[in-house]
């Protein structure tokens, strides 16, 4: 006999799921077409999701795009949360942590069955005039976290390795940001994942000749 806890969690199964499926047909059309291009109806028809069943979740398209940037920034942190932590199992220098870093995400981009889709974080940007100011401080606050993230790590390096010339932190944590969103770009046009590859690649070699690792 189904106890209504467990009626309960089942319904709420469904819910996380239709959620999630409106958020990851929504975040594929606006890769392909743009935020202002993409409507309600076209997310509906791709994920075969009543109109009410879209607004059971989210009030409209601004509030659908805080949650896409939420989400998207979310994965990524995931990501590279993982992918340190494996570095840093691996060696305790803070310069080959990264360098570690860098090899794993190269990795993980070419071993991508498909063409990388896009960034989405970008994507907004370029159409920043059509977000309210909610979403255009999570996408600043998203890319301040990865500025973080990069800085922090290349802080502990300078302690260890004095750069061979001038080294700004906070510039060269950018490098990697625009590095990875150049390469998607690029990746996209060529498409291939190689570009991605070869950019994430270019940014540790880089990092080598700044730091002296050769």
Request: glycine share 4%; proline share 3%; charged share 25%.
């Amino acid at each position: 006999m189904t106890t209504r806890t467990e009626e309960s969690r089942s319904t709420g199964t469904r819910s996380a799921a239709t959620r999630e499926r409106i958020l990851a047909t929504a975040e594929a059309l606006i890769l392909q077409r743009g935020f202002t291009a993409t409507s309600i109806d076209d997310i509906l028809e791709q994920a075969a999701i009543t109109k009410g069943g879209f607004f059971y979740h989210f009030n409209g398209k601004k509030e659908l795009a805080r949650a896409l940037v939420e989400r998207y920034l979310e994965q990524d942190n995931r990501i590279f949360t993982a992918l340190f932590q494996q570095a840093d199992a691996l060696s305790e220098d803070p310069l080959h942590q990264l360098l570690i870093f860098l090899k794993l995400f190269a990795d993980m981009m070419a071993d991508m069955a498909v063409t990388h889709p896009g960034c989405l974080v970008a994507s907004f940007t370029y159409e920043s005039q059509q977000l309210d100011d909610e979403v255009r401080a999570l996408i600043r606050q998203g890319i301040l976290v990865w500025r973080k993230l990069i800085s922090l790590r290349l802080e502990k390096i300078l302690v260890k390795y004095p750069p061979r010339q001038p080294a700004d932190v906070p510039t060269l944590a950018d490098m990697f940001t625009s590095t990875v969103e150049g390469g998607i770009l690029l990746s996209r046009i060529y498409n291939s994942n190689q570009p991605l590859v070869n950019q994430i690649l270019q940014y540790r070699m880089h990092l080598r000749l700044v730091f002296g690792d050769l």
